[in-house]
T-cell receptor, first 111, second 116 residues
């Protein structure tokens, strides 16, 4: 079973920041948090991952709380092309472990 | 990022026939690949873990004799749906672990299987 819970859906205005929350209260000390997104009828796309420190790349920022029980993915300037299902995943089984997908959050970016 | 391809992107077949889906890592070698299945409006469900040169490990409830997995090389894993039935119609997605420092997992574009 997935170790994460996310809101089923969120809306965001185009050009504004999208903040997607994720709870992972049972995460273990050496388990990473990964974020992927899936645009309709495509394979999931990697966004970002982190362990305990906040991370930023060209796509997004990942903010992880100090107790690691929750995190937030931030898309700084959402565009219509960011409309997708976003999955927050706790990777189990170490560096070769698989990804167990939950239901994700359907983000709708509106003009 | 690393690229994973799948072939075919979609396939329609008659009930009772077998269908083979290929998953390739194009610019890296992958000792571990995964196969997922996704039904409409649902999340991805892990079917099996494929390791190069060894037998695949199937998730509970997935019939290994129906979904044959062969990971014969470091860049190719195949999934064969044997004696396909309409209930096997689904979106099949593979992924491969890119063995860099973070062992990121990259996904293929998926294969839409429709069984008539």
């Amino acid at each position: 079973d997935a170790k994460t819970t996310q809101p089923p859906s969120m809306d965001c205005a185009e050009g504004r920041a999208a903040n997607l929350p994720c709870n992972h209260s049972t995460i273990s000390g050496n388990e990473y948090v990964y974020w992927y997104r899936q645009i309709h009828s495509q394979g999931p796309q990697y966004i970002i991952h982190g362990l305990k420190n906040n991370e930023t790349n060209e796509m997004a920022s990942l903010i992880i709380t100090e107790d690691r029980k929750s995190s937030t993915l931030i898309l700084p300037h959402a565009t219509l092309r960011d409309t997708a299902v976003y999955y927050c995943i706790v990777r189990v089984g170490g560096s070769q472990g698989n990804l167990i997908f939950g239901k994700g959050t359907k983000l709708s970016v509106k003009p | 990022g690393a690229v994973v391809s799948q072939h075919p992107s979609w396939v329609i077949c008659k009930s009772g026939t077998s269908v083979k889906i290929e998953c390739r890592s194009l610019d890296f070698q992958a000792t571990t690949m995964f196969w997922y299945r996704q039904f409409p409006k649902q999340s991805l469900m892990l079917m099996a873990t494929s390791n190069e040169g060894s037998k695949a490990t199937y998730e509970q409830g997935v019939e290994k004799d129906k979904f044959l997995i062969n990971h014969a090389s470091l860049t190719l894993s195949t999934l064969t749906v044997t004696s396909a039935h309409p209930e096997d119609s689904s979106f099949y997605i593979c992924s491969a672990i890119f063995t860099n420092g973070y062992n990121e997992q990259f996904f293929g574009p998926g294969t839409r299987l429709t069984v008539l």
